[in-house]
């Protein structure tokens, strides 16, 4: 099946700085890959996604780059802010016909004002 | 507007009392998925329906069951929680493959 990993587990930033987190995955056949942001006691926001046929999507200061022949993708915030401080987490939705997503482990990010 | 309710926000079991978290959904999706997810950690599916076809993953416990009786609604039990079983947990929906999963706010269980 499908693994995910996801780096750092933990990133700490000033605000105004970029932060960036990386996740690989092991199936070639995956195709669909969204970025989820979880604030403490909430369910995980989808902020982001990209799906295997695009290389790099952009949404105001959120971004998201795939490469498809190394097997990894990125989040990237720009400008960074205190209320960006949560919990990111990637995700791979693998091939065939399955309809389940696999996350990685989840990145802390916190924002220093 | 809320998409994917989740009822109730919490909920305080004791151990052993069987307990069923509620999950309902206006986006008339085909999938609905459960997740735990405990501290600290990823969310962990548990099950998921596509329509009616339920599937479960291999390593999830028998004490939980799922129903979905209708699109709209889908049902978490738990048959006798025990002090492991508390956890978030998450309802998601998807339309397929290719359909944006949407996740409900969670149900906090804490079993005493």
């Known amino acids: 099946g499908e693994n995910v990993e996801q780096h750092p587990s933990t990133l700490s930033v000033q605000e105004g700085d970029s932060a960036v987190i990386k996740c690989t995955y092991s199936d070639r056949a995956s195709n669909y890959f969204p970025w989820y942001k979880q604030e403490l006691g909430k369910g995980p926001q989808l902020i982001i996604d990209?799906?295997?046929?695009?290389g790099e999507k952009k949404d105001q200061r959120i971004a998201v780059t795939l490469n498809k022949t190394a097997k990894h993708f990125s989040l990237h915030i720009t400008e960074t802010q205190p209320e960006d401080s949560a919990v990111y987490f990637c995700?791979?939705?693998?091939?065939?016909?399955?309809?389940?997503?696999?996350f990685g482990k989840g990145t802390l990010l916190t924002v220093n004002p | 507007d809320a998409m994917v309710i989740q009822n109730p926000r919490y909920q305080v079991t004791q151990f052993g009392k069987p307990v069923t978290l509620s999950c309902s959904q206006t986006l008339n999706h085909n999938v609905m998925y459960w997740y735990q997810q405990k501290s600290s950690q990823a969310p962990k599916l548990l099950f998921h329906y596509y329509d009616k076809d339920f599937n479960n993953e291999a390593d999830t416990p028998d004490n939980f069951q799922s129903r979905r009786p209708n699109t709209s609604f889908c049902f978490l039990d738990i048959r006798s929680p025990g002090l492991g079983d508390a956890a978030m947990y998450l309802c998601?929906?998807?339309?397929?493959?290719?359909?944006?999963?949407?996740f409900g706010s969670g149900t906090r269980l804490t079993v005493v």
């Open positions: 995700a791979a939705l693998g091939g065939g016909s399955n309809y389940k997503l696999t």
């Open positions: 998601a929906t998807s339309s397929g493959r290719w359909g944006g999963y949407t």
């Open positions: 990209i799906r295997s046929n695009v």
